[in-house]
């Protein structure tokens, strides 16, 4: 038996080709689906919001995150989508993060963390930012009622003076005890950041792989490729035939690369 059997070569290249060809345009449109519908946004914002609750989906709103600037399908230009937000890496969201609490738990996170830094440096003597957090009690005791954030002021000060000692104040503690009773979902993005990104990436591939299957078969279906016709030719081919002609095509291949 020859090599060079035209009817199942003919066969081979044709289903090769085509497959090849269906490979291509599938990418193709694939990669113009994913930048028109934001799909690596979309895939972002759902893995957020199931690792870290309905409070992580504030920062897709407009104007709380950074105006980002990214490439189109192609790669030709840039593009400015409003609010459309890419995976950030742990600082960059745990900013975002706070960017989306009230006034009153960003001033306490800011006052705390001067506190801390205070400490750091002069963990033996009171410091001039000790002052900052006397003010922060008695703005928050004197919030009025009725005014927005009141709830959170009046929280927040009868968190901080239930577990405050003028002469012996453990701000470190403190601050890691008011973000785990006020900001669980920033602490959860903070410490379970490399689970929140496998959770991310692996959405990302089953909506991709799930829009290439379709993709394919309605490119196939409007074409009307002739997958049939294909395998009938192919199946028509003894198949002693088919593995010797396979056998041969891998011998030759193999001696072309020697």
Known sequence: MSFLDQSLLSTIAALVATFLALSLLVQIVQEVYKFTSSSQARAYEMALVDFLGPWSRRIFET????????????????????????P????????????????????????????????????????????EFTQLLAKLQNAQAGAPGYQ?????HAFLTKRTDDSHLDVKALLTAYSEEFLPHVVRAADNYPQLMRNF?????????????????????AFELPFGRL????RGTPSAQAWAALAEAQAAFAQSQD
Do not use: C
């Not at 105006?67 to 459309?84: A, E, T, V």
């Not at 001067?114 to 000790?130: F, G, K, M, N, Q």
């Not at 395998?231 to 192919?234: F, L």
């Open 63 to 86: 104007g709380v995150a950074s105006d980002l600037k990214f490439r189109g399908p192609f790669q030709f230009l840039k593009i400015r989508p409003p609010s459309k937000l890419l």
């Open 88 to 131: 950030m890496e742990r600082d960059e969201l745990l900013a975002a993060l706070e960017r989306t609490l009230s006034p009153w738990h960003r001033e306490t996170l800011r006052v705390l963390r001067l506190e801390v830094a205070a400490r750091t440096a002069s963990p033996d003597s009171r410091t001039p930012h000790t002052q």
């Open 152 to 156: 959170s002021a009046r929280d927040i």
């Open 201 to 221: 990436e692996h959405t990302y591939r089953r909506r991709n792989l799930r829009h290439t299957f379709i993709i394919a078969f309605l490119l196939a279906m």
């Open 231 to 234: 395998y009938q030719e192919a």
